[in-house]
Structure formats: C-alpha cells, structure tokens
Nanobody, 125 residues
C-alpha cells in the first residue's frame, strides 16, 4: 500500500489549489481515506475524510464550505479541492488510510498505515 501526495505550492490568500493522492495496492473506494495537515509547531489536524463504499464526506469546521474531498476510482486518486485559501491553511498535507468513526454529530478517524511524504501548501501574499 502506497500513497503519494502532490499538488501543493505557493498561493495567495483567496486562491485555490487541488491536491492529489495517488494510491497503489488498493482501490480508493475500498478504504476510508482522509486528508490531514501538519503546520509548524502544531499537532495534526484531520481536515476531511471520505467513507469507503458510499463516499460520505466529512469536514473539519475550519475548512467546511471551502474544501471538497473526492475520489476517482478509475484513476486510483483521492483529491482535495481547496478554495478561498487562508494563511492559516499553510501546512504539509498528507493523505492517510483511516477508519472513520461517527459519534453523534462529530467524526473522528483511527489512522492506520504509514505516512507519505506529504505536499507543502503555503498561503501567503
């Protein structure tokens, strides 16, 4: 199982980026998948997830309405479309295999597998 992230870069506030996560060793619809980011000096923030099978999507409040997670089974790729980017979105973004847990109106992830190399997103004027 391997996940390779790409698509990061430097963008001005208000701009957009689309991150990609190419998977190998499994199909993107067979596992729950999530995007997580790590900013300098901060812990990991699970920003979005997509459930295997029916594709139910989940978002952190900090990105809701701005980010969209999707997957393309044929291309074996997970995506994160990021719009209206803010400086606080600056981080290294990773995709992970996870198990999504719903608890009332909240959601959590139980990650498994290894970290990839991530892709750097920098939002700055």
């Amino acid at each position: 199982v391997q996940l390779v992230e790409s698509g990061g870069g430097l963008v001005q506030p208000g701009g957009s980026l689309r991150l990609s996560c190419e998977v190998s060793g499994f199909t993107v619809g067979s596992y729950d998948l999530s995007w997580v980011r790590r900013a300098p000096g901060k812990g990991p923030e699970w920003v979005s997830a997509i459930k295997s099978g029916d594709g139910t999507t989940y978002y952190a409040d900090s990105v809701k309405g701005r980010f969209t997670i999707s997957r393309d089974n044929a291309k074996k790729t997970l995506y994160l479309q990021m719009n209206s980017l803010k400086p606080e979105d600056t981080a290294v973004y990773y995709c992970r295999t996870v198990r999504i847990v719903e608890y009332g109106s909240n959601w959590f992830v139980d990650p498994f597998g290894s970290w990839g190399q991530g892709t750097q997103v920098t939002v700055s004027a």
